[in-house]
């Protein structure tokens, strides 16, 4: 039952962050692009000011999966680094703490274009 509950508040936070990206959508006239920065953005400050930490406890993946969690990743890398390496932290931590990830999109990406077969839109 614990495993569900956990189930359960991962996918309604997903959910509730995916939800404010379609209500962004679909009432202004922001890109996709600058809704990902928004989020982004959204996701490092939040971590800053202490707000995001709490709900990837209470959430897990539901928070850390979405484009703010890798704000938050960035944000979180930085704060660490900086805490242990001085200024020189602020620029290598979130790099560091994100470094996995962006190797996996990378190659999953590259083999995504090898095995794909990319048409034309006309």
Same mark, same amino acid.
């Given at each position: ?41 959204? $996701?490092?400050?939040?971590? &800053?000011? !202490?707000?995001?930490?709490? /709900? *990837?406890?209470?959430?897990? @993946? ?31 931590? $979130?790099?560091?703490?994100? &470094?996995? !990830?962006?190797?996996?999109? /990378? *190659?999953?990406?590259?083999? @995504? ?10």
């Amino acid at each position: 039952m614990e495993l569900f509950m956990q189930y359960l508040k991962c996918f309604v936070v997903g959910g509730g962050i995916c939800v404010i990206g379609q209500i962004l959508l679909d009432r202004t006239k922001l890109t996709n692009g600058k809704i990902m920065v928004l989020f982004l953005l959204s $996701g490092a400050v939040l971590q &800053a000011i !202490g707000v995001y930490q709490p /709900i *990837v406890d209470f959430a897990g @993946a539901g928070a850390t999966v979405p484009i703010s969690g890798f704000g938050y990743s960035l944000a979180k890398g930085a704060i660490e680094e900086v805490k242990s390496e001085g200024l020189i932290g602020a620029f290598t931590g $979130g790099i560091r703490n994100t &470094a996995s !990830g962006i190797t996996v999109a /990378i *190659v999953f990406g590259y083999l @995504a274009a090898l095995l794909g077969n990319p048409k034309s839109k006309t």
